[in-house]
């Protein structure tokens, strides 16, 4: 039966942006009788998906897919076919490829959802289907990616990467506590990359080892190639903060799930916007957002559900409760032992974090309204600088 292409069309991938990123606007184009469009799709969490199509030939078996892939296990079975399908398709540099649906309604969800897990997909810019009808019935979709980068070029950035990243794993803390792996890798990258809105290819990852300059997208995309190729559990998420897109992690850490932020723990994006002295006193690398709960993070993120998320609750692996640096009240001698640790005398500075806002409080009022702090640091008559977080309860403290 003759199968006639009623259209094509273009979906341009939406991901999480840099906060402050400029936003591409949609376009509407004419290539000879079949019109192309593209735009932006709805907001992952408002997408209607239809979970009853027309099953025509026996289920395929599906291959065995790694648990490091988040958002393929969250999906049901015929979305992971689609998922699949997608995969390889985009692995290949393909186009025209038939997918195992007649619904076009399910497409963009999983494709979010491919390349949310595989950030080695850096040449990806989007994808394009096509309907075929027949009586007015869709009986076949194909598929296209879109790419930034010929085959030759891929290969050479990969090539590329590969490079780069080999004198860091040959010192990363493999077959240890994932925590250490994981720390390692966040100041890793944080202290190889600098926050830079202007860089090419600042959406992928190729920026971060390439050039040392990334936005929110490209640092988060980074972080979870990184911990998959350590052999944990990484996806990236995206959604909003302060109004604007962004893009962090979600990490499965000795078991339990965390967010992560590694965009926020870079002093050249916290600081972009600051004085000069003000500089002077900013660390570079904040842990404020280092594994923190679910809780914790959408105090100041708003999340874009593609997928259902775990309610991150678990304490164990944050920084602050792994370093000793985490209080349920004030407590004189745990302070003493911290000032007086090697670790605060090497690097002259200190942070500290509450569990509840009593808490927090208590040590703004004993260490800094009555200066108490000097208690513990010998410099009375010289000044220490502070700042804090009252959303995440942390006080920062330097020149000590």
């Given at each position: 039966?003759?199968l006639?292409a ?11 942006c840099?906060v ?16 192309t469009?593209t735009?932006e ?7 209607q ?8 030939e026996?289920?395929q078996?599906?291959?065995?897919v790694?648990?490091?892939?988040y ?7 015929e ?13 290949g ?12 309604s399910i ?5 979010s959802?491919?390349?949310n ?7 990806v810019e989007?994808?394009?289907y096509?309907?075929?009808m027949?009586?007015a ?8 990616g879109?790419?930034s980068?010929?085959?030759e ?5 990969q090539?590329s ?33 600098e926050?830079?809105?202007s860089v090419e290819n ?9 050039q ?9 995309k980074?972080?979870q190639?990184?911990l ?5 559990q990484?996806l990236l ?14 990490v ?5 799930y965390?967010y ?7 002093a050249?994006?916290?600081s ?5 002295a ?6 570079s690398?904040n ?6 709960t679910?809780d ?8 874009e559900?593609?997928?259902p ?12 409760v ?6 349920d009240?004030y ?9 007086d640790s ?8 200190v942070?500290?974090k ?26 009375r ?10 959303t ?7 020149d000590?």
């Open positions: 039966m003759l006639t009623l259209a094509s069309c273009i979906m341009l991938l939406i991901q999480g840099a402050q990123d400029n936003q591409q606007n949609a376009t509407l184009e004419k290539k000879g009788t079949e019109e469009c735009y799709p709805e907001q992952p969490d408002m997408v998906t239809t979970e009853e199509t027309t099953q025509t026996e289920p078996k599906l291959r065995e790694s648990e490091l892939y958002a393929y296990h969250c999906l049901d079975r979305k992971q076919q689609i998922y699949l399908e997608m995969l390889d398709a985009l692995t540099i393909e186009s025209g490829v038939h997918l195992s649906t007649v619904d076009k497409l963009e969800v999983v494709f959802c491919v390349m897990d595989h950030p080695e997909l850096f040449y989007g994808y394009q096509t309907e075929y027949t009586n019935v869709v009986t076949e979709i194909t598929f296209s879109t790419y980068m010929t085959a070029e891929i290969g050479q950035v090539l990467i590969v490079q780069r990243l080999r004198d860091c794993f040959a010192q990363i803390p493999l077959n240890e506590d994932e925590y250490n792996t994981v720390k390692y890798l966040y100041e890793w990258l944080i202290n190889n990359t926050y830079d809105k600042n959406q992928n990852i190729s920026s971060v080892f390439l040392g300059k990334s936005v929110c997208q490209g640092y988060a980074a972080m190639y990184m998959q190729q350590a052999g944990i990484c998420v995206t959604g909003f903060t302060n109004g604007e897109r962004h893009g962090w992690n979600l499965r850490v000795n078991g339990n965390y992560l932020d590694p965009t926020w723990g870079d050249s994006y916290t972009s916007g600051t004085d000069t003000s500089q002077a006193y900013v660390p690398i842990y404020d957002y280092f594994l923190v679910t914790e993070i959408t105090r100041t993120h708003s999340i559900k593609v997928v998320l775990p309610v991150c609750s678990a304490l164990a692996d944050n920084y602050f792994r370093e000793g640096l985490y209080f009240s407590d004189e001698a745990k302070l003493a032992l911290i000032f090697d670790a605060v005398k090497s690097v002259g500075s942070t500290l509450c569990d509840s806002d009593e808490t927090y409080a208590s040590l703004v009022q004993n260490l800094i309204t009555e200066q108490n702090i000097f208690d513990f640091i010998d410099k008559g010289a000044s220490i600088a502070y700042t804090f977080n009252e995440q309860r942390t006080i920062s403290l330097w000590l």
